[in-house]
């Protein structure tokens, strides 16, 4: 796989196990077994995508920005 491939559910998943994390990725309608996820933290996750990827993600400044906010925010759980 070339690294301009995206990754498919299950390897991504794998992925972000592997660094420790949960993903909270909702199943395609059609996969036969269901892997259950957090609705709530889904909601959440998304909404912040889609306000990043809409308002933020067009300069350089703001990306970092909100990087480092994650970042912060993750440290201090």
Do not use: Q
Not at 24 to 43: A, G, M, Q, W
């Amino acid at each position: 796989m070339t690294s301009h491939e995206p990754l498919s559910g299950n390897a991504l998943r794998e992925t972000i196990a592997g660094i420790g994390t949960e993903a909270v990725i909702p199943s395609n309608r059609v996969r036969k077994t269901i892997i259950p996820h957090d609705e709530l933290l889904h909601t959440c996750r998304n909404r912040i995508e889609r306000r990043f990827a809409t308002r933020y993600g067009r300069r350089t400044i703001h990306f970092k920005g909100l990087i480092y906010l994650a970042a912060a925010m993750t440290w201090r759980r």
